[in-house]
């Protein structure tokens, strides 16, 4: 069963850090581009950040430049979110998503290139 699972969310008071992982089952990451998804209650789903399969190239949207940092081990069949410096308007369920290089590629951040989803974990910014 080909699967995604996501962990490492939880509360964290502001200005703190959390590294969330997207783990892969039944089915290797090495040729997928990854993405790293939120949504927050009441909001649209958000794109946040994107690698590509090698890893070389990465991109971020401008709220959470500097702050966050994606990266993926291949050998551990897992891409990672480093995200520092937290702030309340963070809060929201992550979810990571894997899709062809073609999903980084596309230069956006549309759900329909991604094939296969997390869960999602739930991080929650909060003094």
């Known amino acids: 069963q080909l699967q995604l699972v996501e962990s490492g969310g939880g509360l964290v008071q502001p200005g703190g850090s959390l590294r969330l992982s997207c783990a892969a089952s039944?089915?290797?990451?090495?040729?997928?581009?990854i993405g790293w998804f939120r949504q927050a209650p009441g909001k649209e789903r958000e794109g946040v950040s994107r690698i590509n399969s090698s890893g070389r190239n990465t991109n971020y949207v401008d709220s959470v430049k500097g702050r966050f940092t994606i990266s993926r081990d291949n050998a551990k069949n897992t891409v990672y979110l480093q995200m520092r410096s937290l702030k309340p308007e963070d809060t929201a369920v992550y979810y990571c998503a894997a899709g062809g290089d073609r999903a980084y590629y596309s230069g956006s951040y549309d759900p329909g290139q991604f094939d296969y989803w997390g869960q999602g974990t739930q991080v929650t910014v909060s003094s």
């Open positions: 039944g089915f290797t990451l090495d040729y997928y581009a």
